[in-house]
């Protein structure tokens, strides 16, 4: 049963940048992803890496977030930069069961609050 714990959600300015980490129990070989929920608004995908490492990213934050991993440490990245306010929500990590990415996301953290002002 894999856990996953996030982490390195905080309140920035606009413009800055955050680093969010996103901790397994076990060794994540699948697919994995961080998602968005903001106030008012449904869960959001935001970005995901594949087995291989390939990646890819809702529009709204390519060119400013880059998602890795480490897989020595089972651990998930998302680093953002230029935050504006729309990106202020609870961000969550979670793990597929495959090795390419297909939606399916049985496995999934807490969450880690991030709030970006002007």
């Known amino acids: 049963q894999v856990v996953l714990v996030e982490s390195g959600g905080a309140s920035v300015q606009a413009g800055g940048s955050l680093r969010l980490s996103c901790e397994a129990s076990?060794?994540?070989?699948?697919?994995m992803a961080w998602f968005r929920q903001a106030p008012g608004k449904g869960r959001e995908w935001v970005a995901s890496?594949?087995?291989?490492?390939?990646?890819d990213y809702a529009n709204a934050v390519k060119g400013r977030f880059t998602i890795s991993k480490v897989n020595a440490k089972n651990t998930l990245y998302l680093q953002m930069n230029s935050l504006k306010p729309e990106d202020t929500a609870m961000y969550y990590c979670?793990?597929?069961?495959?090795?390419?990415?297909?939606?399916?996301?049985?496995?999934w953290g807490q969450g880690t609050q991030v709030t970006v002002s002007s």
């Open positions: 076990a060794y994540i070989r699948s697919c």
């Open positions: 890496i594949e087995h291989d490492g390939t990646t």
């Open positions: 979670a793990a597929g069961t495959t090795l390419y990415c297909n939606g399916d996301y049985p496995h």
